[in-house]
């Protein structure tokens, strides 16, 4: 009985670190500078994020991207959100990503995923496709394809994201 009580207390805590663990599987990608990023390591100090991967021959993507960088620095001050832009663009096409990136003056961290494997992991099939990850790394929605102002739904699931962050935060009321 006690080996029984000592085994499933085992597998309790073997539980309670798994469902701890990061949302995002351990894969290394690299910046465009050639830096190694762990994606299981990537966070946003407590704050949201957001992934978009995209492709420099997707239109559709360069749209959403663009039209996000439009409004990305009043998201980063109203919710402190990071967008992190993975281009799933072969490894001999990675030169046009950082010129078209470049061109573009996003200020997103770029990360380049040239054989997919991020995005396999992930279980994406078809891009742009968008997570939404809040300040503890649940990914708290995924949708694939952009329409024109898609940003505005954004916008409002970060402002949800910060509202339920604050009010888990805010301490009790004395009486």
Same mark, same amino acid.
């Given at each position: 009985? =006690? ?16 469902? @701890?663990?990061?949302?995002? $599987? ?11 990023? *762990?994606?299981?390591?990537? &966070? &946003? ?12 021959? !997707?239109? $559709? !993507?360069?749209?959403?991207? &663009?039209?996000?960088?439009?409004? /990305?620095? *009043? ?6 959100? #990071? %967008? ?15 010129? /078209? ?6 200020? /997103? ?7 997919? *494997? ?10 742009? +496709?968008? %997570?939404?990850? *809040?300040? &503890? ?8 394809? /952009?329409?024109?102002? @898609?940003?505005? +739904? ?8 910060? =509202?339920? @962050?604050?009010?888990?935060?805010? $301490?009790?009321? #004395?009486?």
């Amino acid at each position: 009985m =006690k080996l029984l009580r000592t085994l499933f207390a085992a597998m309790t805590i073997l539980l309670a670190g798994t469902a @701890a663990q990061a949302a995002l $599987p351990s894969v290394k990608l690299k910046d465009l500078k050639g830096k190694t990023v *762990d994606m299981a390591q990537l &966070n &946003n100090g407590g704050k949201p994020m957001i992934i978009s991967f995209f492709a420099s021959w !997707c239109k $559709p !993507c360069k749209r959403e991207l &663009n039209a996000i960088s439009d409004v /990305y620095p *009043d998201w980063v001050d109203e919710t402190g959100v #990071k %967008l992190v832009a993975i281009s799933v663009d072969k490894a001999q096409d990675a030169s046009k990503v950082k010129s /078209y990136v470049d061109s573009e003056g996003w200020e /997103y961290e770029i990360l380049v995923d040239p054989n997919s *494997d991020f995005m396999r992991a992930m279980g994406i099939q078809q891009i742009p +496709h968008l %997570l939404i990850i *809040d300040g &503890n790394g649940k990914i708290v929605e995924s949708r694939s394809g /952009y329409t024109d102002g @898609a940003e505005g +739904h954004i916008i409002k699931k970060l402002r949800e994201i910060q =509202k339920g @962050a604050t009010t888990k935060k805010a $301490p009790a009321k #004395k009486k």
